[in-house]
């Protein structure tokens, strides 16, 4: 069974840098193909991918963020985690991690979200 | 990347069928068969219904199908059930730089 739990503060403060950490179980981030990804949803409003990183640690980011987004992962402790600088309340969302098994699976599983709140 | 394209509302009767349009581009939708669907039911999250345009998962419905022509990919769904109502959203592979772009999401209502 496949797991994905994402952690991390629920309330940071403008210009702060947010640190998301996503910790799975269930498959591993070394077999081929496999890659986790990072979406967002501001409330009320639609998905927005975010990050990507793939089996062998390649990395892609969306154009719109990429200056302020770095994904990592450490596969030893089955974890993602999302680092997003210099945020804004329009960053307020529930971020979710996901898993695909390949390029044409789609994001078959995913986590339950959490929101966070970017406010001073 | 622009998001692709769908209808903000979409509704039905019970046991009719509703299809949702996603209109994207010749760079994302129209160039390749990778369109995903996701059902999201309020405060949970998504889930994959479609991959590969067509192709449904392991205990989806059948009442589910995909289909896509030119810039255009469709979720249709069938017999419409009162446990439907909930937003979709598109998503398509947009290349190796930029792999996914996601819909502007469509909430749809059972009557």
């Known amino acids: 069974q496949i797991t994905l739990t994402e952690s991390g503060p629920t309330l940071v403060k403008p210009t702060q840098t947010l640190t998301l950490t996503c910790t799975f179980s269930?498959?591993?981030?070394?077999?081929?193909?496999?890659?986790v990804g990072w979406i967002r949803q501001p409330p009320g409003k639609a998905l927005e991918w975010l990050a990507l990183?793939?089996?062998?640690?390649?990395?892609r980011y969306s154009p719109s963020l990429k200056s302020r987004l770095t994904i990592t992962k450490d596969t030893s402790k089955n974890q993602v985690v999302l680092t997003m600088t210099n945020v804004d309340p329009v960053d307020t969302a529930t971020y979710f991690c996901?898993?695909?098994?390949?390029?044409?699976?789609?994001?078959?599983?995913w986590g339950q979200g959490t929101l966070v709140t970017v406010s001073s | 990347q622009s998001a692709l394209t769908q209808p903000a509302s979409v509704s039905g009767s019970p046991g009719q069928s509703i299809t949702i349009s996603c209109t994207g581009t010749?760079?994302?939708?129209?160039?390749?068969?990778?369109v995903s669907w996701y059902q999201q039911h309020p405060g949970k999250a998504p889930k994959l219904m479609i991959y590969?345009?067509?192709k449904r998962p392991s205990g989806v419905s059948i009442r589910f199908s995909g289909s896509k022509s030119g810039n255009t990919a469709s979720l249709t769904i069938s017999g419409l059930q009162a446990e439907d109502e909930a937003d979709y959203y598109c998503?398509?592979?947009?290349?190796?730089?930029?792999?996914?772009?996601f819909g502007t999401g469509t909430k749809v209502t059972v009557l």
């Open positions: 996901a898993h695909r098994t390949s390029k044409s699976s789609g994001f078959g599983n």
């Open positions: 269930g498959f591993s981030l070394s077999t081929y193909g496999v890659a």
């Open positions: 990183i793939y089996w062998d640690g390649d990395k």
């Open positions: 010749s760079s994302d939708v129209g160039n390749y068969n990778l």
């Open positions: 590969e345009v067509t």
């Open positions: 998503c398509s592979y947009a290349g190796n730089s930029v792999p996914y772009v």
